[in-house]
């Protein structure tokens, strides 16, 4: 069974900061990977998907990397901004439809 | 351009009353559909799947129940809702194989 983990659980960084969340998950047989970013009660924006074919994607200042032999997944966030504190989740999908198994998020504030 | 809508966004029904949230996908054609679950300090977990009309699977022994009547709408029902039921109800689309996901605003369940 493919289990998701994801630290830290919370982060707290002053703006300008540049940061790394980490993913790691069980079974490396995945076919892709996805990052997404949960605001407080809202649902989940995606943020990068990986395929694991990928070693990372960038979209704007965020950079997120694959590593699926060692089961491990970084997310970059370069010059953090306040509006960038959320909760940042990661998703394997084990499945060919494409089933998630989600990490249970890393917090993250950052402060003025 | 895809769009996901999700109603009501909050819902505060009494034990042993039914249950129906809706989900529909404007903008494709036969996406795979999915509901999952956000309970409190908990991670997302996947309860029903449709790769098509008609086509329910679930992942969960629950109280609940899927039905897709038509392509682009999910429907995610109870007869009788139980206080365990109470939790963050998310539907999610993707085009199926190894593409990405886009989740609804999500539907806030108390069970009271």
């Known amino acids: 069974k493919q289990e998701v983990t994801q630290i830290p659980a919370a982060l707290s960084v002053p703006e300008g900061e540049n940061l790394v969340l980490n993913c790691s998950f069980t079974d490396s047989a995945i076919y892709n990977l996805q990052w997404f970013r949960q605001d407080p009660g809202k649902g989940l924006t995606s943020l990068l998907l990986i395929q694991s074919s990928q070693r990372e994607q960038t979209s704007g200042r965020l950079n997120a990397s694959l590593d699926k032999s060692s089961g491990r997944s970084t997310l970059y966030i370069a010059a953090s901004q306040p509006g960038d504190s959320a909760t940042y989740l990661c998703a394997v999908n084990t499945g060919t439809a494409s089933k998630l198994t989600f990490g249970t998020g890393t917090r993250l504030q950052v402060t003025l | 351009s895809q769009t996901i809508h999700q109603w009501p966004a909050t819902l505060v029904q009494p034990v042993g009353s039914p249950l129906s949230l809706e989900c529909t996908v404007e903008g494709t054609s036969n996406p795979n559909l999915y509901w999952y679950r956000q309970a409190a300090g908990r991670g997302l977990q996947l309860l029903f799947y449709s790769v098509g009309i008609g086509q329910i699977s679930s992942e969960v022994p629950q109280n609940l129940s899927a039905s897709r009547p038509q392509d682009r709408q999910f429907i995610l029902s109870s007869k009788k809702l139980l206080l365990s039921d109470s939790g963050f109800y998310l539907c999610?689309?993707?085009?199926?194989?190894?593409?990405?996901?886009?989740f609804g605003q999500g539907t806030r369940l108390t069970v009271v």
């Open positions: 999610a689309w993707d085009t199926g194989g190894s593409t990405e996901a886009f």
